[in-house]
Each structure stands twice: as C-alpha cells, then as structure tokens.
C-alpha cells in the first residue's frame, strides 16, 4: 500500500522528505498519525523515526520549514521537536530497548526500523510509511497492523508477557486505546495484561491517571472501565471503586449492583458532555456506598448518608489519583454532595449532572 498522494497533498511531508535526503538519513513516519490516517481520524501529532540522528533531521527540516520554527532538542533522549504554528513534529533516532526488572525506563541503543517497530506497544503502532525518495508514501508493517485495524483488534508485536513486562504502562494503554477506537483486546493480549497486572506497581500514580483520564474521555468509558476490571488491574489502582461491584441478598431482598451502575451513569453523562470533572463526579457519586450499606428488615437495603460520606471521600480519593485538588476538586465534590437533591434545588450549573446521574440504568441520553 502507497500514501504518497496523500502525503504529497500536505508540503510537510515534502520538506521532510527533502531534509532527509539532504541529511541522507533514512526516514519514515511512524505511530499514531499512520493508525488514525488508516482509521480516517484526525491527527495533529507526526513522529518521525531515523536511523541516524533525530536531532541532526529535525534542525535540517525546521530550516527548510520555517525561519520562525522552533526547534526544542532533549538530548538526553536523543529527541527533538520542531513547532511552527500549527505543525509539530517530533523526531527520534531509531533504537532498541531493554528493560531492568525494577523499572520501565529503557536502556537504549541505536537500532534499525526494525528494531524501533519490534519496541512499540501494539501491531496498529507498530506501521510506518516511508520518506525516503526511492519508495515515498510505502507502509511498512511487518505485524500485519492493517489487518488488525480492519479486524478492530489489538494485537502485541512481541510476546505480549514481554511487551508488559518490560514497560507495565503498556496495560493501561491496551484498555485506553479499546475503549477510545471501540477495538477488541486480542485474547492473548488480555490474558498476559491479567498475568503481569501487578507489575502495574512500578508505574508512577501520574503515568497511570493520565491513561485513566483518557479512557473516562472516551466516547463509552464503561468499555474501558470493563477491561480494567476483569483483567484486575481496576483493583489494583482504583479499589475503592471495584468495592462498589457484586450484589447482596437478604431474606431474599437483593439491591442493585452499584459498580454496574455506576458505569451505566458514567456514560450516560459522556453522552451529554465531553468535561472531564463532571464524568469523575459520576464515578464518585455513589462511591461510599460500601460503607453507608444497612440491611433493615421492614426497609430493605439503604444507603443513608452515602451522598456526604462521598463527598468527605473525594480530596483522599484526588491527592491518591494525583488529580487537582483545587476548584477542580471542589466542583466534583459539590456534585457528589448534591446528587440525590430535587433538581429544582439545585443551581442551574449542576442540575446537568443530577439530571443525568438519576436516569435509570438503561437509559441513554440523545
């Protein structure tokens, strides 16, 4: 398959391709911007892999971009990025990896394409097109990525215990990318996610609520939410929530599965708004449920008081999630608070939520 008349109708791939044969580096661009070009999705992030120096490519191709282009080098990690206007690029020498047992940082070396697209995270990540002249616009996918795209699943390039092993991020990124393109989680795949989910551990609190906030910005973050869960890693960075899961009968007087039904709120609010702080308002709004549970006989089971008790629970549940607990915090702990009230003595700007959190579990918004 060929994208140069694709690539030809933006002037940046012609720049890029014209620094690399001025650098006579080898180059390709890899990632996320060939998947959602694949998925007609659009993408503003280009990466570029070399082999040869990434630096060296990116301050020939801001040269010929722009006067005004900045380019932003990390040596460290022998990256750059070139920024003017609305172009960004980032540029990377190819390189292969290995991993300590006790981090997720990589000991790295130069390296071929191959050895780059073998390092990546999944097949549907793994594809590459060329810039080079004697093949421009070529896709290169050695793990059958296209396939997958088209079969809606995904799929490890390597031994997926060994692709989670070495970097555990990699998990969360399976049920983030899932629940953001609707995509199957191979079996395979999933079932290593369970078999190294406590290597989760090693993993910064920041890295992980970062993936998590993009699965709860998803189109339908209970797809997300369900991978989490039944492969156990839920458990492990959000067991306050898997608390809420399971239902309990007495004299033959169970109560409604309050996990379930907080997934079903959840997207019931993501279906009326895109804000990142009322979808966590609907995570949390029945979140101390576990602890407020009493089973009377002449009332059944009750939950009294779980609304205040919610609220006293969300700053503990923001500093250990790493989210902000300033105005941010404050307004999903009012909608925690205030969720059970009559709309009608709700202020205007949190009836929404109220509105949305008490529609029955099957119902969607339009």
């Not at 890899?30 to 659009?42: C, E, M, T, Y």
């Not at 090693?202 to 709860?216: A, D, G, M, P, V």
Request: aromatic residues 10%; neutral net charge; charged residues 25%.
């Amino acid at each position: 398959m060929n994208f140069s008349e694709t690539l030809n109708q933006n002037p940046v791939f012609g720049l890029l391709k014209d620094a690399a044969k001025t650098q006579k580096l080898e180059s390709y661009i890899v990632g996320g911007w060939v998947r959602d070009l694949i998925l007609n999705r659009n993408s503003k992030d280009i990466d570029v892999v070399c082999v040869g120096s990434g630096i060296d490519l990116a301050q020939a191709f801001a040269q010929k971009l722009s006067e005004k282009a900045e380019v932003t080098i990390f040596k460290n990690f022998g990256t750059a990025m070139v920024k003017d206007g609305a172009v960004e690029v980032e540029f990377v020498g190819a390189r292969k990896e290995s991993y300590a047992r006790d981090s997720r940082k990589p000991i790295v070396e130069d390296g071929s394409l191959e050895d780059d697209q073998n390092r990546r995270d999944f097949t549907i990540n793994a594809l590459a097109i060329s810039l080079n002249e004697s093949n421009f616009g070529d896709l290169i996918d050695p793990f059958g990525g296209l396939e997958h795209i088209k079969q809606k699943v995904l799929k490890t390039p390597l031994d997926p215990n060994i692709t989670f092993s070495d970097d555990p991020l990699r998990m969360m990124r399976a049920c983030r990318f899932a629940s953001q393109l609707n995509f199957d989680i191979d079996p395979d795949t999933f079932e290593a996610i369970g078999k190294n989910k406590e290597r989760i551990a090693i993993i910064s609190q920041e890295r992980i609520t970062e993936e998590l906030n993009k699965i709860i910005l998803s189109p339908v973050p209970s797809y997300g939410f369900k991978m989490l869960y039944f492969s156990g890693l839920l458990h492990l960075i959000f067991p306050e929530l898997v608390a809420l899961q399971g239902v309990e009968t007495q004299e033959g007087r169970g109560h409604k599965d309050n996990f379930f039904h907080t997934l079903q709120v959840l997207d019931n609010v993501a279906a009326y708004s895109n804000d990142l702080w009322l979808r966590w308002a609907a995570i949390l709004h029945d979140i101390a449920k576990p602890a407020t549970k009493r089973y009377f006989p002449k009332q059944g089971w009750t939950f009294h008081g779980h609304e205040e008790k919610g609220a006293r629970m969300t700053p503990s549940i923001f500093r250990k999630m790493k989210l902000p607990t300033n105005e941010k915090m404050v307004f999903v702990q009012k909608l925690v608070r205030l969720h059970l009230r009559p709309i009608a003595l709700v202020k205007e700007h949190n009836s929404c939520f109220c509105a949305v959190a008490i529609l029955p579990r099957k119902t969607t918004i339009k």
